[in-house]
């Protein structure tokens, strides 16, 4: 599975954002997905999941409620709607996809910028 992430940009804070994650491959189906950021020298951070089976979600505490993660297996594409954004959303931001919803992210995109201005 190859993951490529599009979307990012510059916004002001208070603005919307959505990044696209778009899978090539076969079986994207069966693959659990998840978003993480990585802000300028900080480490990789956990964003939001959803299930490969039943589509459920996850999220972290810092975007719950102003972030909804979505998918469209039709088009093998997994969304991150980023609502009411602020200055520390600004990261890198990375999907990622595991098999069956295993232990470990398998596969990743190569990273969008989002920079929210104050």
């Known amino acids: 599975v190859q993951l490529q992430a599009s979307g990012g940009g510059l916004v002001q804070a208070g603005g919307s954002l959505r990044l696209s994650c778009a899978a090539s491959?076969?079986?994207?189906?069966?693959?659990?997905m998840g978003w993480f950021r990585q802000a300028a020298g900080k480490e990789r951070e956990f964003v939001a999941a959803?299930?490969?089976?039943?589509?459920?979600?996850s999220y972290a505490d810092s975007v719950k409620g102003r972030f909804t993660i979505s998918r469209d297996n039709a088009k093998n594409t997994v969304y991150l709607q980023m609502n009411s954004l602020k200055p520390e959303d600004t990261a890198v931001y990375y999907c990622?996809?595991?098999?069956?919803?295993?232990?470990?992210?398998?596969?990743w995109g190569q990273g969008t910028q989002v920079t929210v201005s104050s």
């Open positions: 491959g076969r079986g994207f189906s069966s693959y659990g």
């Open positions: 990622g996809a595991r098999y069956r919803d295993g232990h470990e992210y398998n596969y």
């Open positions: 959803i299930r490969w089976s039943g589509g459920s979600t």
